[in-house]
């Protein structure tokens, strides 16, 4: 989708839980948002997630919008979302010779209409329960595999916005079909020396491991 010149873009950016983000979900609602309005709706990432509001936010400006409003996306209201979309946009700001003015909405709590959805719904009948316990009892859920080597990728918003997303996803793929074990993690600090991996067993901490450092980093343990 083209932004239109000079007009606005309107980023949404959802709030991964400890388990991800329905991606799926969140695309269905940038939809319906776009059917709402005029504008192009994107969808960018703080942290754990690409594509990373930098990189939407770089897209907007080689497209000519003139203005970009980011929505943080959260119930109820997350004060660290909140709070780091503004950074982030201002380190985005900082770091860019020109680009569009960007705005950020308030809180999803602060509108009366979303009480209105959540009261509609408690109004309705509801669906029974008829999932299944089993997963619960699985076996697979009690065998331990431990890998020869376990590298952890720092997924924070600093580590984001310096290429976290690409350096993960060449681990991973390096590391399929091997002993290797490649997990994404929350912020684990120093963020200024991102993209962090912290390499299991030896406990180093490897710094600004970009896509070319991380092929290596796999090919020399």
């Known amino acids: 989708m083209t932004a239109p010149a000079a007009g606005r873009v309107v980023v949404l950016v959802p709030r991964p839980t400890p388990s991800g983000v329905d ?16 504008w192009p709706v994107r969808i960018a990432y703080l942290d754990q997630g ?3 509001i930098h990189d939407v936010l770089d897209e907007a400006a080689d497209e000519g919008a003139r203005e970009v409003l980011v929505v943080p996306l959260a119930v109820p209201a997350d004060g660290y979302l909140a709070s780091w979309v503004a950074r982030a946009v201002a380190h985005w700001r900082e770091t ?6 960007v705005l950020t909405s308030g809180a999803l709590t602060d509108t009366a209409l979303l009480a209105d959805a959540v009261a509609e719904l408690a109004g309705e009948p509801g669906t029974p329960v008829t999932a299944s316990p089993r997963s619960f ?3 697979a859920w009690s065998t331990l595999e431990v890998p020869d080597r376990h590298l952890l990728v720092c997924r924070g918003p600093r580590c984001t916005v310096y290429g976290a997303g690409a350096t ?13 074990q ?26 600004k491991v970009d896509a070319v ?3 290596d980093l796999l090919r020399d343990p």
């Open 182 to 207: 490649v997990t994404p993690i929350g912020c684990i600090g120093p963020c200024n020396l991102g993209p962090l991996v912290i390499d299991h067993p030896s406990g180093q901490w490897h710094q």
């Open 96 to 101: 860019r010779p020109a680009g569009p003015d």
């Open 23 to 38: 991606e799926r979900s969140v695309a269905r609602l940038a939809g319906a948002v776009a059917d709402r309005g005029p």
């Open 50 to 52: 690409a594509p990373s």
């Open 168 to 180: 993960y996803g060449v681990l991973a793929d390096a590391a399929r079909g091997t002993t290797t």
């Open 213 to 215: 450092a991380a092929a």
């Open 137 to 139: 009892r699985s076996p």
